[in-house]
Nanobody, 122 residues
């Protein structure tokens, strides 16, 4: 499967953005999809996961501000980001869960998209 993330940009503190991740392939609806981010000089970190049925789980740092969702008819998963903070600045990636291990660990995901940059100005 190939993933294409989009929707990043420059936004002020408190603003919103919606990221999209479009996937190729006919079996998208079976995938557990993850969102991760990587700030400059930092390791990639878990943001959210969206299961095949649309259940969502979030990192504590984004809980209550970010919402993950998916549209299986469009082979797309979304990340709605509200109340953005400067510390949310990072390249955001989507990826497919490999099926083994924790869904918050980046190494348990594959087919990484190219990432989309989110910059939140103070």
């Amino acid at each position: 499967v190939q993933l294409q993330a989009s929707g990043g940009g420059l936004v002020q503190t408190g603003g919103s953005l919606r990221l999209s991740c479009a996937a190729s392939g006919r079996t998208f609806s079976r995938y557990i999809m993850g969102w991760f981010r990587q700030a400059p000089g930092e390791e990639r970190e878990f943001v959210a996961v969206v299961t095949w049925s649309g259940d969502t789980y979030y990192a504590d740092s984004v809980k209550g501000r970010f919402t993950g969702s998916r549209d299986n008819a469009k082979n797309t998963v979304y990340l709605q980001m509200n109340s953005l903070k400067p510390e949310d600045t990072a390249v955001y990636y989507c990826a497919v869960y490999k099926g083994l291990g924790s869904t918050s660990v980046p190494t348990n995901f594959g087919s990484w998209g190219q990432g989309t940059l989110v910059t939140v100005s103070s």
